[in-house]
T-cell receptor, first 113, second 120 residues
Framework: GDSVTQMEGPVTLSEEAFLTINCTYT??????LFWYVQYPGEGLQLLLK?????DKGSNKGFEATYRKETTSFHLEKGSVQVSDSAVYFC????????????FGGGTRLMVKP | GAVVSQHPSWVICKSGTSVKIECRSL??????MFWYRQFPKQSLMLMAT?????????EQGVEKDKFLINHASLTLSTLTVTSAHPEDSSFYIC????????????????FGNGTRLTVT
């Protein structure tokens, strides 16, 4: 079945550092890929998405490129801020999986001033 | 944009009582809603898929008699935790997709803010 693997956290960075959170997936067909963010005490929010190979999703300075050849969707940001501290979830939605999302385990990011 | 409202945001109840959590799509119709459970420091676990006008589809290992789901309208789904016990304490999140169609899997889910349930 479909699965998503993302790097374990916590990831601790200083403000303005470069961020990469790795995400790889296993799925049949051509899934859509998403990054969701969960700020402390809140629910999930969509951060960005990509629906086909080589698409780049971007939002709030975050980027991720859909790499079918490496089945990856790594999240990057050039300069993190303290306000980026949150848990980030990589997820996929497969064409054969109805409307369900398969989530990775989540990666906690802590940014220190 | 699409908004999903979940209520209550937190609830404390005594063991043996039942708790109802509501999930509403505020500006769109959702024929399908999803209920997730999140344990501390863990990822989301899909509990069930709620279909308007029909019975919910539960994931393996989720007790349907324990977690009652009702999806009576296109904008409201409810999850009732019956005879709650301390092990049911968790963060419950609902979600819905705002776009229907054959390629709806391309559309992101919109999540409620979650309900933190504490059973004493």
């Amino acid at each position: 079945g479909d699965s998503v693997t993302q790097m374990e956290g916590p990831v601790t960075l200083s403000e303005e550092a470069f961020l990469t959170i790795n995400c790889t997936y296993t799925a049949t067909g051509y899934p859509s890929l998403f990054w969701y963010v969960q700020y402390p005490g809140e629910g999930l929010q969509l951060l960005l998405k990509a629906t086909k190979a080589d698409d780049k999703g971007s939002n709030k300075g975050f980027e991720a490129t859909y790499r079918k050849e490496t089945t990856s969707f790594h999240l990057e940001k050039g300069s993190v801020q303290v306000s980026d501290s949150a848990v980030y979830f990589c997820a996929l939605s497969g064409s054969n999986a109805g409307n369900m999302l398969t989530f990775g385990g989540g990666t906690r990011l802590m940014v220190k001033p | 944009g699409a908004v999903v409202s979940q209520h209550p945001s937190w609830v404390i109840c005594k063991s043996g009582t039942s708790v109802k959590i509501e999930c509403r799509s505020l500006d769109f119709q959702a024929t399908t809603m999803f209920w997730y459970r999140q344990f501390p420091k863990q990822s989301l676990m899909l509990m069930a898929t709620s279909n308007e006008g029909s019975k919910a589809t539960y994931e393996q290992g989720v007790e349907k008699d324990k977690f009652l789901i009702n999806h009576a309208s296109l904008t409201l789904s409810t999850l009732t935790v019956t005879s709650a016990h301390p092990e049911d304490s968790s963060f419950y999140i609902c979600s819905a997709r705002s776009e229907a169609g054959t390629h709806s899997y391309n559309s992101p889910l919109h999540f409620g803010n979650g309900t933190r349930l504490t059973v004493t």
